[in-house]
Nanobody, 117 residues
């Protein structure tokens, strides 16, 4: 079981930026993939961005060009830079550590991002 702790959420105005951080209790280089998901009220959890073990990244179409995922392997940290935020980005953002290609998911407790005037 991998423990994940997110931080960095908050209230921001449309067009603003935030940086989310996720601290992992295990080496993130051992993961099949690490990434960020989000869940808005009344909606299913959805992929935002992830990094595979080899370094390949993929993003949800709706965040491409605005969000950037990165990691610090030495510190076992995962980051998500959120730029040009929109009200529809409002959600709880979860860090994910996937142990293998068939699943073995570990989740953080989530951090709230609210985009509003």
């Amino acid at each position: 079981q991998v423990q994940l702790v997110e931080s960095g959420g908050g209230l921001v105005q449309p067009g603003g930026s935030l940086r989310l951080s996720c601290a992992a209790s295990a080496s993130i280089t051992t993961a099949y993939a690490v990434g960020w998901y989000r869940q808005a009220p009344g909606k299913q959890r959805e992929l935002v961005a992830r990094i595979f073990s080899g370094g390949t990244t993929n993003y949800a179409d709706i965040v491409k060009g605005r969000f950037t995922i990165s990691r610090d392997n030495a510190k076992n940290m995962l980051y998500l830079q959120l730029n040009r935020l929109e009200p529809d980005d409002t959600a709880v953002y979860y860090c994910n550590f996937r142990g293998s290609w068939i699943g073995d998911d570990n989740w953080g407790q989530g951090t709230q991002v609210t985009v509003s005037t």
